[in-house]
Nanobody, 116 residues
């Protein structure tokens, strides 16, 4: 059982920055992948960035060079978002993937709105 709590969303002007954080609690295993996904109205949820327990990362092409995902520890992950664009506007969801069991967990989402 894993619970995820996101924070850091809000309203920012284009070109600005936000930092999202996700804290996991519950039955946490060291072998896991955590990441961020986003969903805009009328669109499918898409991967933004993920990070493994070993520190390997992967980014969507649309955010490469602007966003950085980092893992403070096995239970906490952050997403530094720089040079934000209006098209980054979406609900951002934290994801926890337990590799051992295959179970996926999601946070409730945090709204990011980028104004022009």
């Amino acid at each position: 059982q894993v619970q995820l709590v996101e924070s850091g969303g809000g309203l920012v002007q284009a070109g600005g920055s936000l930092r999202l954080s996700c804290a996991a609690s519950g039955s946490i295993f060291s072998i896991n992948v955590m990441g961020w996904y986003r969903q805009a109205p009328g669109k499918q949820r898409e991967l933004v960035a993920i990070i493994t327990d070993g520190g390997s990362t992967n980014y969507a092409d649309s955010v490469k060079g602007r966003f950085t995902i980092s893992r403070d520890n096995v239970k906490t992950v952050s997403l530094q978002m720089n040079s934000l664009k209006p098209e980054d506007t979406a609900v951002y969801y934290c994801n926890f993937h337990n590799i051992r069991t295959g179970l996926l967990y999601w946070g409730q989402g945090t709204q990011v709105t980028v104004s022009s």
